[in-house]
C-alpha cells in the first residue's frame, strides 16, 4: 500500500516539518525556504549567489527571489565581487545573523522535541539510512 512505502512516509514526515516550521516561523516574517538561505549565509562569508544555488539545489532563477526577498527584509547583503564582476557575494546583515541566532534556536528546540525518545544511536541509525537512500536516489538523477 502506498501510505506504507519508504518514500511516501518520508515526503510525509517532511511535509509536517515543513508545515511546522512554517507557522513557527510566520511570527519572525520568514518562510522555511528563507530560514535555510539565512543560516547558510550566515555561516559561510562572501558566498556567491551561484554557490548558494548549487547549495540549494534550486536554479538560479529561484535562487535569486529568495535572496531578493530577504535582501528587501534587510537579513542580507548582495555586492559585486571584486575579483570577478559577474559574480555577487552575499553577506547576512546585523539583524540577518541576530535572527539566525534565535531561529537556530528555535529550530533546535523543534527538533529536541520530535527526536525525544529515540535513543541516539537509532538517531545515528537513521541518519546514515538516509544518506545512504538520497545518495542512491542522487545517482540516478
Not at 500500500?1 to 513557527?24: D, N, P, S, V
Not at 516561523?25 to 548549487?54: F, H, R
Not at 537579513?75 to 541576530?98: E, H, I, M, P, S
Request: glycine fraction near 2%; aromatic fraction near 6%; charge should be positive.
Amino acid at each position: 500500500m502506498l501510505q506504507e512505502t519508504t518514500g511516501y512516509i518520508i515526503c510525509r514526515t517532511a511535509r509536517k516539518i515543513h508545515q511546522f516550521m512554517t507557522k513557527a516561523l510566520a511570527d519572525y516574517d520568514i518562510t522555511p525556504e528563507q530560514w535555510v538561505v539565512l543560516q547558510i549565509v550566515s555561516k559561510e562569508k562572501n558566498l556567491s549567489q551561484q554557490d548558494l544555488s548549487a547549495r540549494l539545489e534550486k536554479d538560479k532563477n529561484s535562487t535569486k527571489a529568495l535572496v531578493d526577498r530577504l535582501i528587501k527584509k534587510e537579513l542580507l547583503t548582495r555586492q559585486k565581487d571584486d575579483n570577478d564582476k559577474r559574480f555577487y557575494k552575499l553577506q547576512a546583515t546585523a539583524a540577518g545573523v541576530q535572527l539566525t541566532k534565535k531561529l537556530a534556536e528555535l529550530d533546535y528546540d523543534f527538533m529536541q522535541e520530535a527526536e525525544s525518545g529515540l535513543t541516539a544511536e537509532e538517531l545515528a541509525s537513521f541518519t546514515r539510512i538516509l544518506t545512504r537512500l538520497e545518495e542512491k536516489i542522487t545517482a540516478k538523477l
